[in-house]
């Protein structure tokens, strides 16, 4: 059973156009992330949700927008796509601590998108 | 704020050397730290992670880190590089109480025949 899962894996599209990306965690886990992962392979986190509650959202156009319909699924929908869009993003989750213990996190396969 | 920082974008050794990718973090408390491994074209898998209980510590595929805060340092090695070892490697940190992951620029570990 694949623990967190992306779709789709590879999506190539047009400048201008919208697009959405599904992450689905049967772990079971209270948190979801979104990080986007560039060329050089720096990892940068873009939005978290607990609870369906957004709790992390970093500078980040407001092009890009996560919605959660419940705790086992974040998307991320990205409005009028741009050149720079271009990456590999990452869907993670990890278990709800309150006291802080270690996050640790569990990553989707990836997808890699790529506007022309 | 707090970063981490290894040292390294590119690291290559010969067949049954000693592996050794250095991180460092910058925090005022002690933080959660962790090694994430991505092999080509797949996701971040975990590797081993520090949690205050133990300051050497063990992971998966023989590897393991060694926590000191004197040093602020979270160097992961392993005694024997073996082929399948060839991946890109990640340091992290997660401050304490907090959700968020910060990672390092990572380090592409090359393996010679």
């Known amino acids: 059973d694949t623990a967190v899962s992306q779709t789709p894996k590879y999506l190539v599209t047009q400048m201008g156009n919208d697009k959405s990306i599904k992450c689905e965690q049967n772990?079971?886990?209270?948190?979801m992330y979104w990080y986007k992962q560039d060329s050089k392979k720096f990892l940068k986190i873009m939005f978290s949700?607990?609870?369906?509650?957004?709790?992390i959202n970093e500078t980040v156009p407001n092009r890009f927008s996560p919605k959660s319909p419940d705790k086992a699924h974040l998307n991320l929908h990205i409005n009028s796509l741009e050149l720079g869009d271009s990456a590999v993003y990452f869907c993670?989750?990890?278990?709800?601590?309150?006291?802080?213990?270690?996050?640790?996190?569990?990553f989707g396969p990836g997808t890699r998108l790529t506007v022309l | 704020a707090q970063s981490v920082t290894q040292l390294g974008s590119h690291v290559s050794v010969s067949e049954g050397a000693l592996v050794l990718l250095r991180c460092n973090y910058s925090?005022?408390?002690?933080?959660?730290l962790f090694w994430y491994v991505q092999y080509p074209n797949q996701g971040l898998q975990l590797l081993l992670k520090?949690?205050?209980?133990?300051?050497l510590v063990k992971g998966i595929n023989g590897f393991e880190a060694e926590f000191k805060k004197s040093e602020t340092s979270f160097h992961l090695t392993k005694p024997s590089a073996h082929m399948s070892d060839a991946a890109e490697y990640f340091c992290?940190?997660?401050?304490?109480?907090?959700?968020?992951?910060?990672f390092g620029t990572g380090t592409r570990l090359k393996v010679l025949a």
């Open positions: 520090y949690t205050s209980a133990a300051t």
């Open positions: 772990l079971g886990h209270d948190t």
């Open positions: 993670a989750s990890s278990q709800d601590s309150a006291s802080g213990a270690y996050n640790e996190q569990f």
């Open positions: 949700y607990n609870n369906k509650e957004l709790i």
């Open positions: 925090s005022s408390v002690p933080p959660y």
């Open positions: 992290a940190v997660s401050p304490s109480g907090t959700y968020k992951y910060i």
